[in-house]
């Protein structure tokens, strides 16, 4: 890992406005007050004066421990809050955000082309803005830098008016052109993006992203391919055939424009590293809500309201820091202390005590838990193994007795809750026990057993997180137990989780798709032959056909039956092993509004404010069927964007 770096010459940050007790009830802290021996410390003293959420947590993180630990308890739980203090405490002086969340990992990059990962995603939604951005609760296209947009009758043509005004943080103004060179530079085959086929539906663009000379750049010109700036405010994207999804696309992150400017000028100061360069805090421009100001590696990234962004009058929160925090208990304890505002997962051991409180609601997500295999590895190669590893999966189990809220055991791929679509499930039955007797006999069709070879021993990768390997843990155990089949362990930090999965380095991998938009071709899509995300060496032509006939299909009953069809396909072949559908996780403190609940857990700093307490009483007093009332920390007046705090004033 490479040294934090942080932005230069930037003005003084702002103070945040003093923080004032919430209404209800405030738990006793677990956090002792510092003694004055102890020194003085601006930054951990208002972290420890912060109002704690703990309540009577604490023993959820004990309640099977063993005496002894019992009774250490306290300390551990001192010496992680504690640790807490000490990552906040990393920057000297470094003054708290108006709002803290946890991210869950270090990001890999901020570059939209190249992202691929979710925790990625939440920070380039905060500091780029695509054509369109989202309606925070429906999820429905909204105008971002194109302020309207015209589609043809025949649904091929799309114009889009690029607002005027707009700019970016070094003030140049964001242009038609942005858009034509960002895209030119995302389907480019020396960018690599994994994402690139989400633009494929444009007309010539899939044949210059798979066409390159022998260096790897591009054989064809740009202008074979469907988008064009007639001028500065005008964008045309001609499309091959109709795409029901492709507003949905326009605010997916890795759509998202970069200045030119700022990429070329490192380019030419930094021949050899400009990749870096143009990302770090100094550097990087960007035309979003936020822009950064401070990158500390493994610790936090700092975004400050970005004075140039078109709606910043709308925008209420003057500053964000996204924790880098791993360990789910730690964030946990961090949140419980008031040092994290959010939380987008908890430890599964918690669960059943967080239920009945007010911060925590689990909802619908469009996402899918499953494994990968590795189906160009023997004896991985053979369906019939693919299946009895898939068969054998308790997936009651780990939904009841890891994960424990209310995810859904799953044996198709696409999530159950998209409308007018029907998942294709894997043949199963209905009990555990009979699968494991079909298993069993699949793998003495396939050569293994007591009259056959031995099965060699297998690896499970996922990247770091105590539910990750907890779930590993139970399925290595029901493939060991039911049949004699060895699995390993290995995890591995998320960049290099990434890697190893990208270069088919595993033999079943833990992995993870929440949809880009609601259709189920943004699952379907993945497992084309040779698609950057699909991870698996698998392939199928009759897929392939099926997935590109319903890409082309106007009837919406047709094109779902087709997208249908080859779900079936990929349930009989299980390159990949579904274990179940996605609820979220989020804790967060119930001051904060703006942040809505949605089917693809989506959420946008730029909706984000701080309630007033008068605001904070009414909403309780409305829903008293809400939960356990918590603490809910935070300025007592409430902090509101300019443009509400004058519209209350009007009032």
């Known amino acids: 890992m490479g040294l934090g770096v942080s932005g230069a010459g930037r003005p003084p940050r702002r103070r945040r406005a003093a923080m004032a007790r919430g209404p209800g009830k405030r738990p006793a802290s677990l956090v002792p007050t510092p003694t004055p021996d102890q020194g003085s410390n601006p930054l951990r003293d208002q972290y420890l004066r912060r109002s704690p959420r703990i309540s009577n947590l604490s023993p959820m993180l004990a309640s099977r421990a063993p005496s002894r630990l019992r009774q250490a308890l306290p300390y551990l739980l001192l010496a992680l809050v504690l640790a807490g203090v000490m990552t906040l405490t990393r920057g000297a002086r470094l003054q708290r955000a108006d709002l803290v969340i946890n991210n869950g990992t270090e990001v890999t990059t901020l570059d939209p082309a190249t992202v691929t990962g979710v925790p990625e995603g939440r920070v380039i939604k905060s500091i780029f803005e695509g054509l369109c951005s989202k309606h925070p609760a429906t999820l429905a296209p909204v105008p971002g830098m194109a302020q309207s947009w015209q589609i043809s009758p025949d649904g091929l043509t ?18 038609a052109h942005d858009f034509v060179y960002s895209w030119e530079r995302f389907l480019n085959p020396e960018t690599a993006a994994e994402y690139a086929y989400q633009l494929w539906y444009v007309k010539g663009a899939r044949a210059y992203t798979t066409t390159a000379d022998e260096e790897g750049r591009p054989a064809l010109s740009f202008d074979t391919v469907g988008i064009r700036a007639p001028d500065d405010h005008t964008l045309v994207v001609e499309l091959e055939a109709p795409t029901p999804f492709f507003m949905d696309l326009m605010a997916f992150y890795p759509l998202f424009p970069v200045n030119r400017r700022n990429i070329e000028s490192a380019k030419s100061e930094h021949p050899d590293s400009w990749r870096l360069e143009w990302l770090r805090p100094e550097n990087i421009v960007t035309n979003g809500p936020f822009r950064v100001v401070e990158r500390r590696v493994n610790d936090r990234i700092r975004l400050e309201r970005n004075p140039d962004y078109w709606d910043a009058d709308n925008v209420a929160l003057s500053s964000i820091d996204v924790l880098a925090v791993e360990q789910t208990v730690t964030a946990l304890n961090m949140y419980l202390t008031g040092g994290v505002d959010v939380l987008y997962t908890v430890p599964a051991s918690v669960i059943p005590r967080l239920l009945p409180r007010e911060d925590f609601t689990p909802g619908p997500y469009l996402g899918t838990y499953y494994y990968k295999v590795n189906v160009t590895r023997p004896p991985m190669n053979d369906v019939r193994v693919r299946r009895a590893l898939a068969l054998t999966i308790d997936r009651t189990a780990i939904c009841q007795k890891i994960t424990k809220s209310g995810q859904i055991p799953s044996w198709t791929w696409v999530p159950p809750n998209i409308p007018g679509y029907e998942g294709a499930a894997m043949e199963h039955a209905a009990t555990l026990a009979e699968n494991v007797k079909e298993a069993k006999r699949l793998l003495v069709e396939a050569g293994f057993g007591p009259d056959g ?23 290595a155990s029901s493939w060991r137990n039911n049949l004699g ?60 056909e099926l997935i590109a006939a319903a890409a082309v299909e106007l009837d919406p009953a047709r094109r779902m039956a087709t997208l249908r069809a080859a779900e079936e396909i990929l ?67 409430g902090l509101y964007s300019p443009a509400a705090q004058r519209a209350g004033a009007a009032r």
């Not at 607002?163 to 003030?171: K, V």
């Open 485 to 544: 089949i060895d699995a390993k362990l290995l995890n591995q930090e998320w960049k290099v989780y990434l890697d190893v999965q990208h270069n088919l380095g595993f033999d079943v991998c833990r992995a993870a798709w929440i949809g880009d938009y609601v259709d189920p071709n943004t699952f379907a899509d993945m497992f084309v032959t040779g698609g950057e995300n699909n991870n698996t060496g698998w392939g199928s032509p009759r897929y392939d």
């Open 158 to 175: 799309y114009t889009f008016s690029i607002r005027r005004g707009a700019r970016w943080s070094n003030a140049d103004p964001v242009t």
């Open 571 to 637: 349930m009989e072949e299980m390159p990949i092993l579904p274990i179940y559908t996605y609820v979220t996780q989020n804790l967060l403190n119930p001051r904060l509004g703006g942040f809505l609940p949605n089917i693809q857990d989506e959420h946008f700093p730029k909706y984000w404010y701080w309630k007033s307490d008068e605001e904070l009483n009414a909403e309780r007093a409305a829903h008293p069927d809400r939960g356990q009332l918590v603490d809910a920390p935070g300025p007592a007046a």
């Open 453 to 475: 070879q031995d099965f060699p021993t297998i690896e499970i990768l996922y990247n770091t997180s105590e539910a990750h390997r907890d779930i590993a843990e139970v399925i």
